[in-house]
C-alpha cells in the first residue's frame, strides 16, 4: 500500500473515531429514599438532588469515576468509591444509592423524598402544560400561514382555517382587496 493510501486510510479512520470519542454516557444518580444530596470526591460543590442525570466522557473504553457521596437531610451517608463507566453497558446507566438501615432519623428522610417527588411531579406537569400550549401555538400558526398562502393563490374567495382540533368556519377570514 502506497504511503498516501496509508494516510488517507489512516484519516478516514480518525474522522470515524471522533465522534464516538465526543459522546458522553448519560448517568442517571438516584437513591433510596430520593432526595440525597450526591457530592462527588467530597471536594467539588454539590453535583445534584436525587433523582438527577449527569453525563461522562469516557476516555477509551471505559472511565472510573471519583469517589461519590450521597447524603440525606438526617445526615444519613453512603460512600461509592469509584463507579466504573464503560461504553459497551451502553449510553445510558443507572446508579441507586441505599440509605444505611441502621441510620437514625429514617422518617425525615422519607418526608424529604416524598416532598421531592411531589416538587418533580409538579415540575414534570408544568412542562406537560407548557407542551400542549406551545403545540396548540405551532398549530394556530400553521393554520394562519397555510390560510395566507391558499390567499395568495386564490386571489379574493374567502378562506376557512382550522385552529387545533376545531374548525370554526369564519374564524378566520381574508379577503383580497382588489
Request: with cysteine; proline share 4%; hydrophobic share 45%.
Amino acid at each position: 500500500m502506497a504511503i498516501s493510501q496509508r494516510i488517507a486510510l489512516s484519516i478516514i479512520c480518525l474522522l470515524i473515531a471522533i465522534p464516538a470519542f465526543a459522546e458522553k454516557i448519560a448517568l442517571a444518580i438516584n437513591s433510596i429514599p430520593q432526595g440525597a444530596t450526591i457530592f462527588i470526591n467530597e471536594k467539588h460543590p454539590v453535583s445534584g438532588v436525587t433523582p438527577f442525570v449527569t453525563k461522562f466522557r469516557p476516555r477509551g473504553k471505559c472511565q472510573t469515576t471519583n469517589s461519590m457521596t450521597a447524603r440525606w437531610a438526617s445526615g444519613a451517608t453512603t460512600i461509592l468509591p469509584a463507579l466504573r463507566l464503560c461504553w459497551k453497558q451502553g449510553k445510558q446507566q443507572m446508579y441507586t444509592f441505599m440509605r444505611p438501615a441502621d441510620a437514625p432519623n429514617g422518617e425525615m428522610d422519607l418526608a424529604v423524598g416524598n416532598q421531592r417527588m411531589t416538587a418533580l411531579q409538579a415540575e414534570y406537569e408544568a412542562g406537560q402544560r407548557a407542551a400542549e400550549v406551545q403545540a396548540a401555538r405551532r398549530a394556530t400558526q400553521a393554520a394562519a400561514e397555510q390560510a395566507t398562502r391558499r390567499l395568495l393563490r386564490g386571489g379574493g374567495r374567502k378562506v376557512t382555517a382550522r385552529f387545533g382540533d376545531h374548525a370554526r368556519r369564519g374564524a378566520v377570514h381574508y379577503q383580497a382587496m382588489g
